[in-house]
């Protein structure tokens, strides 16, 4: 026993070693922990201590099978401890490498998860042999120095400073601050400057009136990865090329407003509340500092990966396991904004006297809607008994309908969920206020100005048009807030008031490089609003392309009171018609009574698409969602 407990303890170390420092590789734009190696390590010593009397056993049986001068080999002990630990987890890192985003456990015996699987298997086959027959050799030596390798790869950190992105070039004196503030998952319905009879947003509303209040702004997409790719590449979906299924995308061929303003002597810092938005998305490109820490460190290890797989699998095989549709509490995959805010801040007031960029964002508004009892007590109407609660129909207490799941809600379920979630919008006015008068007081010790742009990613529907969450495109879902303050504004100024016309996140990069005395590049097709006012002609675009399927897809073109929305890729695809001024909920189809406007927006999207080389097509969706259905699905997206 205490031969195998010490070759145990050594392979826990070695494991360890090896996959914190490739945990460390996968998010290198981060500043290190210091306690990645340690809570890896601890990880692989519990999973020592599980297979402790299984190796055990296994060594004795096969001790007796062998010649009485053979019994006993450290080899054995060696081969058994690496199989019994390693090869689950780097099977498992073979199978998830190759399953499509949003597969079920039926996927793990398609060709490629297996092939994957099967090739790691042999791969671990083959390092548990090699390093048995060293240890019977060389003898204890080889154990003990697997454990020195884990804690020398444990001490590597493949992090880089601030320092090492920074232009050497220095922007104008005058150059103002820029902010970019995504309230996530917020719509414009549920805010009082928008038409809500609720005083949700009051410090908002407040701040509101030194900034210009655009009444007609939609997102680009529903998903929260797109959407802010497109905020800092002043692109649309099918440009850039981020969805769903594909959770990244190539900056050097889009470069982010991040980078540009960098080149041009900004210091850049992003602040994100969700894992969404990983750095190594692409989204961190051009920024010093991308804060993106939301979970422990040691939940990008390997063995964590295969833990919460363990955990999703369980929970999918008993209601008791769901967790409210999380099955784990250590991982959350988003943090609160006050921890968002105050490292935002702190990066702000550091002392540097370059002109920044900062984006935040903000994730309490998205699901689950759990406001505070603060919050919740002058929003949520007591006595309420209904079915449902801020998990909504992932909630353990919920009884699921698949078909579809609203279908036993009523009028006053739907509206204690929007009472939920709009006292989280609330909590979160409070914190923002505290933070935007921080900055104001920064700005204003700096001497510059502060250009900001106050927005959402995409809204949130609570039964419209008989639709939950956002992955659809009615119009709760895509009309956004949308508040523009330029440098030196103030109450009464003349760029503040309501503003007419449509506006789109494609609109933000042009802005803030406007303000920072930037041209825009050629390949942004929004408007600067610093000097341009949006018409209500104007032809914006909704994209969702965020599905699993390109079946499922949809684009909805907007022009004067008119919405076009078109199914799927193909040219004779499904569409409907929709006349926002008579019926704003898009809830009456009118495409058989207008042909003629069918055809005109069917002809401005197809000009719009061949304009950019869009990726569309069935092709675009056989991207690399490989690994990443875990916190998707923890988060909403991915077919729930």
Request: charged share 20%.
């Amino acid at each position: 026993m205490y031969l195998v407990a010490i070759t145990l303890a050594c392979l826990a170390l070695f494991f360890a070693g090896i996959d914190s420092a490739t945990s460390s590789f996968s998010f290198w734009y981060r500043e290190a922990s210091g306690w990645l190696f340690i809570a890896t390590w601890m990880l692989w010593s519990v999973l020592a201590m599980i297979v402790l009397i299984p190796t055990y056993v296994a060594w004795v049986v096969i001790g007796r099978l062998r010649p009485r001068s053979e019994r006993g080999e450290r080899r054995d002990a060696v081969f058994i401890g690496f199989m019994l630990m390693g090869a689950p987890v780097i099977t498992h890192m073979g199978l998830n490498a190759f399953l499509p985003m949003g597969a079920g456990p039926g996927a793990l015996l398609s060709p490629m998860p297996l092939l994957g699987g099967l090739l790691c298997l042999l791969v671990s086959i083959g390092l548990a042999v090699g390093l048995g027959q060293l240890a019977r050799l060389k003898g204890f030596r080889v154990i003990g120095l697997l454990g020195v390798a884990g804690l020398l790869f444990g001490m590597l950190d493949f992090s880089t400073s601030e320092e090492g992105g920074r232009s050497t070039r220095e922007a104008p004196g005058d150059a103002p601050n820029l902010l970019l503030m995504v309230w996530d998952t917020t719509r414009a319905a549920s805010l009082g400057i928008y038409g809500n009879d609720r005083a949700t947003a009051p410090l908002l509303a407040g701040r509101s009136e030194g900034m210009a209040v655009y009444d007609e702004a939609r997102s680009t997409s529903i998903f929260t990865l797109t959407s802010h790719i497109s905020m800092l590449t002043g692109t649309y979906p099918s440009h850039h090329g981020a969805r769903l299924t594909r959770q990244s995308y190539n900056p050097a061929e889009t470069p982010s407003i991040a980078e540009l303003l960098r080149d041009a002597g900004y210091r850049t810092g992003a602040f994100v509340g969700t894992a969404v938005l990983n750095g190594d998305t692409g989204v961190g490109e051009g920024f010093e500092v991308f804060d993106d820490r939301v979970d422990p460190d040691v939940c990008k290890s390997s063995i964590w990966g295969m833990v919460h797989d363990i955990q999703a699998f369980l929970a999918k095989l008993s209601p008791q396991l769901q967790g409210n549709g999380r099955p784990h509490w250590f991982e959350t995959f988003d943090r609160p904004a006050e921890d968002v805010l105050s490292r935002a801040l702190a990066w702000i007031d550091n002392g540097d006297s370059r002109p920044w960029f900062c984006m935040i964002n903000m994730y309490d508004g998205h699901w689950p809607y759990l406001p505070g009892q603060a919050a919740a007590s002058q929003f949520v109407v007591e006595g309420y008994g209904g079915t449902v609660d801020g998990y909504l129909f992932r909630s353990n207490a919920y009884r699921r309908n698949e078909a579809y799941p609203g279908e036993t809600l009523d009028e006053k379920d739907r509206q204690y969920l929007v009472d939920l979630y709009e006292a989280e919008i609330f909590e979160l006015d409070g914190k923002v206020d505290q933070f935007w008068a921080s900055v104001e007081a920064a700005t204003r010790n700096s001497g510059r100005g502060l250009g900001a742009v106050v927005t959402a990613d995409h809204g949130e529907a609570f039964g419209e048009n008989e639709v939950f969450g956002h992955s659809d495109v009615q119009e709760v879902q895509v009309r956004v807030p949308f508040l523009l303050k330029a440098p030196g504004a103030g109450p009464g100024g003349p760029e503040s008031g309501r503003r007419g016309g449509k506006v789109s996140s494609v609109d933000i990069a042009p802005t803030l490089l406007s303000f920072a005395g930037i041209e825009r590049p050629g390949w942004m097709p929004g408007l600067d609003l610093n000097v341009q006012q949006p018409s209500a002609q104007r032809v914006v675009l909704v994209e969702d392309r965020d599905h699993l399927g390109a079946e499922k897809s949809q684009h909805a073109v907007y022009r004067g009171d008119w919405k076009l929305l078109v199914h799927g890729f193909s040219a004779d695809g499904a569409v409907e018609l929709y006349n926002l001024e008579e019926d704003p909920a898009a809830s009456e189809d009118v495409a058989s009574f207008f042909p003629e406007v069918v055809d005109e927006l069917r002809a401005v999207l197809g000009d719009l698409r061949s304009s950019w080389g869009a990726d569309g097509g069935e092709k675009a969706w056989a991207g690399d969602g490989a690994g990443l259905a875990d916190h998707l699905t923890g988060l909403g997206y991915g077919g729930d």
